[in-house]
């Protein structure tokens, strides 16, 4: 395991104490999105509600629930 990886362990544990609560996730592209963490898998597929997407401007454009595959996330972080 490299230095910068989290045990898979680690990040469930992370994930289960944010259910419920605003994560902001930062994607492969560079893109930013944010929302209400509703629930993930062992794949670390997340799903988010009232999910927003930063635009080029600085500016969140609504997106609703949707589904992030966990193989195109870089970061999460709680809000």
């Not at 963490?37 to 401007?57: P, R, W």
């Amino acid at each position: 395991m490299s230095q910068s990886s989290i045990p898979v362990d680690t990040a469930h544990k992370i994930l289960a104490e944010a259910l419920g609560q605003v994560v902001l996730i930062r994607l492969r592209g560079g893109k930013v999105v944010r929302g209400r963490l509703k629930s993930y898998d062992i794949h670390l597929n997340i799903v988010l509600d009232d999910a927003e997407e930063e635009a080029i401007d600085g500016s969140w454009r609504k997106l609703g629930t949707v589904l992030i595959r966990g193989e195109n996330i870089v970061v999460i972080s709680p809000s």
